[in-house]
């Protein structure tokens, strides 16, 4: 963000250590705020080698499938950096976590890459994956046209409004805020105890790579929606009480 934005408040030095993990002049054209698997696929270590270049840059030796002493100071420099910076500009921090989390936290949008969603995806052979020698011996049930059109019949299905309500990425953020509304109203410590391992889980979401995407929350989702149902039954006990 500040290299793209602000160069200026980055010293000559502080460029220099964020080159050796995220190369400066490949920063423009894979920045997007909705996803960070371009940028996260600079760093010098990777093992996801799901792309040729990804693949070619380990054959090279320009990407390592370890990480060693070298990289893990200039890890430990690059964290600083970024450390120091935030606590300089904390707001501007604050705003690119909020954009970059804009499906996980607005109720009212939902993400248009469909693909990524869990609930209507489905895994795809693509040739340049590194796969075990038995992949080949077994074959979908179905050809991709008939799993294409179950996998658009399913999204109109997921695309009603109540259904989509329930499934939009930011519901289990909405709901768990809800909840701790009413234990802090009702007074519950039980409830509230509860609903910590919770705030953690829904936090986590927000951590990932790409905005948006149901793979990521359907866990918490459920949880959550399974901790709504249970209050109001217990609520529902006490007044019958």
């Known amino acids: 963000m500040f290299i793209l934005n602000s160069p200026s408040d980055l010293t000559k030095k502080d460029k220099q250590i964020i080159n050796k993990i995220t190369p400066l002049n490949e920063i423009k054209k894979n920045y997007d705020i909705n996803s960070g698997d371009n940028l996260k696929n600079l760093f010098p270590v990777n093992t996801f080698l799901n792309n040729p270049s990804i693949i070619k840059d380990v054959v090279h030796g320009e990407k390592k499938i370890r990480s060693n002493l070298k990289i893990?100071?200039?890890?430990?420099?690059?964290?600083?950096?970024?450390?120091?910076?935030?606590?300089?500009?904390?707001?501007?921090y604050i705003k690119v976590y909020i954009a970059a989390n804009s499906f996980y936290l607005n109720p009212f949008v939902c993400s248009p890459n469909l693909y990524g969603s869990l609930f209507i995806n489905f895994p795809t052979r693509v040739p340049y994956y590194v796969e075990p020698s038995w992949v080949d011996k077994y074959n979908y049930l179905f050809k991709d046209s008939v799993r294409l059109?179950?996998?658009?019949?399913?999204?109109?299905?997921?695309s009603f409004p109540l259904i989509a309500f329930f499934l939009n990425t930011a519901t289990a953020t909405w709901l768990l805020i809800y909840l701790l509304y009413r234990s802090i109203k009702i007074k519950s410590l039980d409830l509230f105890i509860i609903l910590v391992p919770l705030i953690g889980l829904v936090a986590l979401s927000t951590l990932v790579p790409i905005n948006g995407y149901s793979r990521y929350v359907i866990g918490e989702i459920a949880i959550v929606l399974i901790a709504f149902a249970c209050m109001f039954s217990a609520g529902r006990i006490n007044i019958k009480k």
């Open 149 to 158: 059109k179950a996998r658009e019949f399913i999204g109109l299905i997921l």
């Open 72 to 92: 893990k100071n200039d890890l430990r420099n690059y964290l600083k950096v970024w450390l120091k910076v935030g606590i300089k500009h904390p707001f501007t």
